[in-house]
């Protein structure tokens, strides 16, 4: 998947920041990260291909949510869940999204 520096999610524009490891607020790690104010999200640059992949789509996920104001954007297991299967539903069948 190509990860842009920048992404627009609804008429917001994102910038996606990769970089290094980062410890969430429970001390656990931090493969991304959105701050909604801010338009930023970040990456954690040292993971492999599907991992960086699916964490970008996560982050795009928590984004989407924002902007329909559903409190599903602070679920972490909702999120993680629906945006492994779109990955999976992805790579499983390439080209899928090519004419779009």
Wanted: hydrophobic share 35%; charged share 30%; glycine share 8%.
């Amino acid at each position: 998947m190509n990860i842009p520096e920048t992404v627009k999610i609804g008429w917001r524009n994102y910038n996606v920041e990769q970089g290094e490891h980062r410890a969430g607020d429970n001390g656990g790690d931090l493969y991304g990260q959105i701050h909604y104010e801010k338009r930023k999200i970040f990456l954690y640059d040292k993971l492999d291909e599907d991992e960086k992949s699916v964490t970008f789509l996560h982050e795009i996920a928590h984004a989407i949510l924002y902007n329909m104001g559903s409190e599903l954007r602070s679920d972490e297991n909702f999120v993680t869940a629906f945006t492994e299967n779109l990955y999976q539903v992805m790579k499983d069948n390439p080209g899928l999204f090519k004419d779009i």
